[in-house]
């Protein structure tokens, strides 16, 4: 009885992990009227959905712009402790940034004892997209004291922000800093900021 019990629990974890590869897999390729049914699906059949699960719903809700149906994913993700994990997180701050909820992104990420470089690279992001180039500077700056490691598409929006500052000695150090590190090597990625 025990064993059967055992198989019982590691099918479920399957079912979880199947439903799971549906949604994200949907969620992946733009199929996003399926993710969304395979969601609904699967609370019709009562399977609970996991942080993996949740991910995926609010990758569709931060394309779409459906602020209202984000939120309601992050309720749910705080009632089932799954804001706590760093992609959960990281979705959130993405679908937050998406729908042009600045603030709501910026507490996420605040609140996040964790962050990793798509953290900030979101949270980044988020500033210079909306045209908060001090912020984007500012951000960028508090991930160097992090002794986080910026990637290319940290420093690419970090000079993007020095040029719409005209920030010209910071980009030049950003610029430095890519020449060192070997990030965009081709030059590409420098062109607007000169």
Request: net charge negative; charged share 20%; proline share 1%.
């Amino acid at each position: 009885m025990e064993h059967a019990q055992v198989s019982l629990g590691e099918l479920i974890t399957s079912y979880v992990v199947l439903w799971n590869a549906t949604v994200n897999g949907h969620a992946q390729i733009g199929q996003f009227e399926m993710v969304l049914k395979s969601f609904r699906r699967m609370n019709d059949e009562g399977v609970v959905p996991s942080r993996f699960t949740a991910t995926g719903v609010l990758l569709v809700f931060a394309v779409t712009g459906e602020l209202d149906n984000g939120r309601i994913i992050h309720g749910f993700a705080m009632k089932m402790g799954y804001d706590s994990g760093i992609a959960v997180s990281n979705s959130l701050i993405d679908m937050y940034g998406k729908c042009k909820c600045v603030e709501d992104a910026l507490g996420i990420f605040e609140m996040m004892s964790e962050k990793d470089i798509f953290s900030w690279n979101s949270i980044i992001s988020v500033h210079e997209q909306y045209g908060d180039y001090d912020g984007t500077l500012r951000l960028f700056d508090r991930m160097l004291g992090a002794r986080i490691r910026p990637d290319l598409v940290t420093v690419t929006i970090a000079l993007s922000a020095c040029s719409h500052l005209a920030a010209l000695m910071h980009g030049g150090e950003i610029h430095g800093y890519m020449i060192v590190s070997g990030l965009g090597k081709d030059g590409k990625d420098v062109d607007d900021f000169y």
